[in-house]
T-cell receptor, first 112, second 112 residues
């Protein structure tokens, strides 16, 4: 049982480039989330999904897009990367409203 | 605006010491409070608290919630070097999506 798997683990981009981060979970969870973690600021929610085919904005959605075409996968896209998007990105999932979220190991993204 | 404040920001203790980490919150439509431990990678779930005054315990870790005074504490007794981590507090609101509001975390370092 792999839990929540994020790929890639590290990536360096140039300003203006685009990329997609993949999150996969094998726990049949309905809810999935993308967070970013910056020093001194804790985890902030970017986008989330309450089921296959649904997405919604979180606290800091600008500059990011998401898709949930399959229940087990949640993709986070950066259309035109900016240095302010340098961060560690975490994906999480939960089975229901009453269950805790479980996190992946994170993707460290640097934008030059 | 919802906020979750953790204190202290960091602390250093010696093995065998007992530590108390604090989490206060101002969040509308409170559902539950969660504690996570974050070492190098993924935050790992410790406790979820929904009711005041009921202590949750796991080994040397325990936690309790006070919904009247809007805070929670996480206690660690007989600390070990393996307890060194960032401890995150998060609050879930009763709303669409089961979103979490995180505090900035407390960095704990246990010296041998």
């Amino acid at each position: 049982n792999a839990g929540v798997t994020q790929t890639p683990k590290f990536r360096v981009l140039k300003t203006g480039q685009s990329m997609t981060l993949l999150c996969a979970q094998d726990m049949n969870h309905e809810y999935m989330y993308w967070y970013r973690q910056d020093p001194g600021m804790g985890l902030r929610l970017i986008h989330y999904s309450v089921g296959e085919g649904t997405t919604a904005k979180g606290e800091v959605p600008d500059g990011y897009n998401v898709s949930r075409l399959k229940k087990q996968n949640f993709l986070l896209g950066l259309e035109s990367a900016a240095p302010s998007q340098t961060s560690v990105y975490f994906c999480a999932s939960s089975y229901s409203l009453y269950q805790p979220q479980h996190f992946g190991d994170g993707t460290r993204l640097s934008i030059l | 605006e919802d906020k979750v404040v953790q204190s202290p920001l960091s602390l250093v203790v010696h093995e065998g010491d007992t530590v108390t980490l604090n989490c206060s919150y101002e969040v509308t439509n409170f559902r539950s409070l969660l504690w996570y431990k974050q070492e190098k990678k993924a935050p790992t779930f410790l406790f979820m608290l929904t009711s005041s005054g009921i202590e949750k315990k796991s080994g040397r870790l325990s936690s309790i919630l006070d919904k009247k005074e809007l805070f929670s504490i996480l206690n660690i007794t007989a600390t070990q070097t393996g307890d060194s981590a960032v401890y995150l507090c998060a609050v879930a609101r009763m709303e669409y999506g089961n979103k979490l509001v995180f505090g900035a975390g407390t960095i704990l370092r246990v010296k041998s």
